[in-house]
């Protein structure tokens, strides 16, 4: 039966067709074989994220032709949510966001199998990940990106073309956003551009214990450290009301404490659920800059971004304007390169304040930063034994007492990308 032309729902995908049979620089062939267009239709796709981006990923993946969809998150349907989240009904709220979309986009576009997976992208290994040929996220968070991101340049094997999965990666903020394509270990990677994020949440954890300055540090305060000391409840549930009325309330006092005004129970929620100021419409347009980058790729009907210009950006808060330019792929990257790189540091910083420092710079964001040289550790997060031999080292100046010298290299560490090692060459002035 031909592709496109039959009654039973697939004449749904005629314009679709159209544009793939059409002649043009990136499809000479103006007869492209039936076989050639049901190549979409084993075409294995994995959406990160089923929130504001993540429904309207779904929906436009469904909608273009993409058969055999997954979609990770971990997360529940809030009653928050449901203004944008158009997946989603008012009985929906409690249940898993992933489980829901998928059944409503399934019923919706017919044809589709979309199966969900309620969990972190961290519990699932490289032989699931290695079952797709394009990975399409929609995020809004920072570190899950870079966590997918190294396991998939971490994937590639040279030998074998099947290992390289395009990530195309969605985000927005309020009227801006960014659609982009990694083609990992061989155009920049997420690591490689993380510097163009400036890190929001990543307060040191010094000023955080010590001299709050404003509301978020007070809350980020009770969420990080106040939580663990008290332990009120066994585990945080983020969409939990007593949950979060505890932390607002920890938060109050301390705020009070420091004569910071600014603390309320909805910016309680939004830094600890680090919640980005969301638009419809600027989820609508990144995701669907994101899919139709995605489709280019999977039929190469048109050029996509990628191996060029591989980043998007519209910014949609100074009138209207859209930039693509292509994000250079850096040699130091801690992902995909292997150069260390050079850091310039005081040495008479201690090593509290050098590894605080790790948290602010843009281009690393670590929050439990481990730190070693070639010959030995200088501080451990973990296990307890190490962390406690290793303290004294925090008060210890970088040169003098430490002993280290410029040019010295050292590693970092940080438990959530357990895969990476991230390396320096340290620089005095
Ligand atoms: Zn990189």
């Not at 990136?26 to 074989?33: A, I, K, L, R, T």
């Not at 429904?55 to 944008?84: P, Q, W, Y």
């Not at 603390?263 to 680090?274: C, F």
Request: aromatic share 8%; charged share 25%.
């Amino acid at each position: 039966m031909a592709v496109g032309t039959d009654l039973d729902g697939s004449s749904r995908w005629q314009y679709l067709d159209r544009i793939r049979r059409s002649q043009g620089p990136f499809n000479q062939d103006s007869e492209v074989s039936d076989e050639a267009l049901a190549i979409l239709d084993k075409f294995k796709v994995l959406v990160i994220g089923a929130g504001g981006l993540g429904c309207e990923i779904l929906k436009d993946l469904a909608l273009s032709g993409f058969k055999d969809i997954h979609v990770i998150d971990m997360d529940t349907i809030d009653i928050s949510n449901l203004n944008r989240q158009f997946l989603f009904r008012k009985t929906d709220v409690g249940k898993y966001k992933a489980e829901v979309a998928a059944a409503f986009v399934e019923q919706r576009v017919e044809g589709v199998k979309i199966t969900p997976h309620n969990c972190r992208i961290q519990e699932l290994d490289d032989a699931f990940y290695m079952q797709f040929q394009i990975v399409v996220c929609g995020l809004d968070s920072i570190e899950a990106r870079r966590w997918i991101n190294a396991t998939l340049v971490g994937m590639v094997d040279e030998e074998n073309q099947e290992t390289l999965k395009p990530l195309v990666d969605g985000g927005t903020e309020g009227f801006k956003g960014q659609a982009r394509v990694v083609f990992p270990t061989i155009t920049a990677c997420i690591e490689c551009q993380l510097d163009l994020y400036t890190p929001r949440a990543a307060v040191p954890l010094c000023t955080l214990a010590t001299i709050p300055r404003q509301p978020e540090h007070c809350i980020e305060w009770a969420h990080i450290i106040a939580w663990d000391q008290e332990k009120p409840y066994p585990n945080l549930d983020k969409d939990d009301p007593e949950h979060i009325t505890w932390l607002y309330q920890k938060a109050s006092a301390r705020a009070q404490e420091f004569g910071i005004s600014g603390v309320t129970y909805s910016l309680t929620q939004g830094v600890v659920k680090n919640i980005i100021p969301a638009i419809a419409s600027t989820n609508a347009i990144i995701a669907a800059s994101c899919c139709n980058e995605a489709m280019k790729i999977a039929t190469m009907s048109a050029p996509a971004l990628g191996f060029e210009e591989n980043y998007m950006m519209y910014t949609g808060d100074e009138a209207i304007y859209t930039h693509v330019f292509k994000n250079e792929k850096k040699p130091d990257c801690p992902v995909c390169g292997n150069m260390a790189k050079p850091l310039p540091v005081d040495p008479n910083w201690t090593l509290q304040e050098l590894l605080d420092s790790f948290a602010v710079k843009a281009d690393l964001q670590l929050k439990k930063p481990s730190i070693r040289t070639q010959k030995k550790t200088l501080y451990m997060q973990s296990p307890a034994s190490i962390e406690e031999q290793t303290r004294p080292n925090l008060k210890r100046k970088l040169g003098e007492e430490l002993g280290l010298e410029a040019n010295q290299e050292i590693a970092v560490t940080d438990p959530a990308f357990p895969t990476l090692s991230f390396k320096f060459y340290l620089q005095f002035p």
